[in-house]
């Protein structure tokens, strides 16, 4: 809603686009929908580091519907150190050809396009010699494997590239720049919908004060338990913190458009209490919170299923123990991480 029109945007506010996120997640309507890496991170990526063409040619497209996109960072040994990928892009005229594996990608099997970070410098380490790039995932020489999860569906796959020919045209700032919009893609992604996310978080937990209030424990509703009320009033209490952090980080991307490190409080702030919050929904159901489907799952185990999804989310967008050392490297200024600075 918040991009221009000329790119098929709606050129409202960044308000505006909130407000009617937090109403989609209030009806149910997904959240972790595949088009999440797509507007994340595609989006502003494109919006702010993709040239003229690569906007004109790619944000109508994702506007209206018609595209999705991954995000093809993580590697079988380049997790959290990201920095410590090898997939290799070779110059060859007015094309890279790109030879190596991702992991972990999230939607890969039904993404147009990939946005890709690749070794364009065979010598350089880490941080240096990295390029980004946006790849047509239907190039020959692209195979999607996908992997299953905990929860038994395969929304991540493995990727891999056997001399696909990806146009010069198509990188994003120069070659080397690779690493700084790899960081900012990471921020944008961060970010993602705090508030949205405590609105979604919210709705959670009046849905479970609602079905303590049926459920039974001794004999007594759930909702008259001292130890599910403790655990609700820290419900509210999360939400209020994630809300405000969210509040306050709109504020500075609505004044400085690009965010800061600060998106990692928002990150352990809806990740944690969100695995909290389904485990202690399913403790709440006694013996029914075993069963996820048939007569005796409560909510059609749709609990059962938020509970094994989210353990994921300390993981995915950069573990919890990253977040808490980006929190105090660069918000706080406190001493680097030495493990990662020898
Ligand atoms: C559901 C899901 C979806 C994902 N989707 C995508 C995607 O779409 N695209 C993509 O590119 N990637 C994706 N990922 C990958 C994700 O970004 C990585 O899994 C994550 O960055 C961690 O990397 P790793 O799995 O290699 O673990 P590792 O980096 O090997 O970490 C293992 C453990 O060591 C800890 N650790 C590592 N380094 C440090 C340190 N310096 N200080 C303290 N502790 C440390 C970690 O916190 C973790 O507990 C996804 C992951 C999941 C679970």
Known sequence: MQYPKQYGGGEKSMIEEVIV???LVTQCAAFLAPGIITHSMAVPVLYHCGTDEQKNEFLPKIFNGTHLWCQGFSEPDAGSDVANISTMATKDGDHYVINGQKAWTSY?????YCLLIVRTDPDSRKHKGLTYLLVDMSLPGIDVRPMTMITGHADFNEIFFDNVRV???MIV???GDGWKISITTLMFERVMGDI?????FEFQTNRILEMSKSLKRSGRPVSEDPVFRQQLSQSYIDILALKYHGLRNLSTQIKGGIPGPEGSIGKLLWSEPTQRISEWAINMMGLNGQVSEGAYAVS???FQYNYLRSKGFTIEAGTSEIQRNIIGERVLGLPKDASRHK
Do not use: F, I, R, V
């Not at 890969?108 to 147009?112: F, N, P, S, T, V």
């Open 167 to 169: 146009p010069t045209s």
């Open 21 to 23: 996120q937090q109403e």
């Open 196 to 200: 949205t996310m405590a609105s979604l």
């Open 173 to 175: 700032g120069q070659e």
């Open 300 to 302: 059609n185990g749709e």
């Open 108 to 112: 890969a099997h039904l993404a147009d």
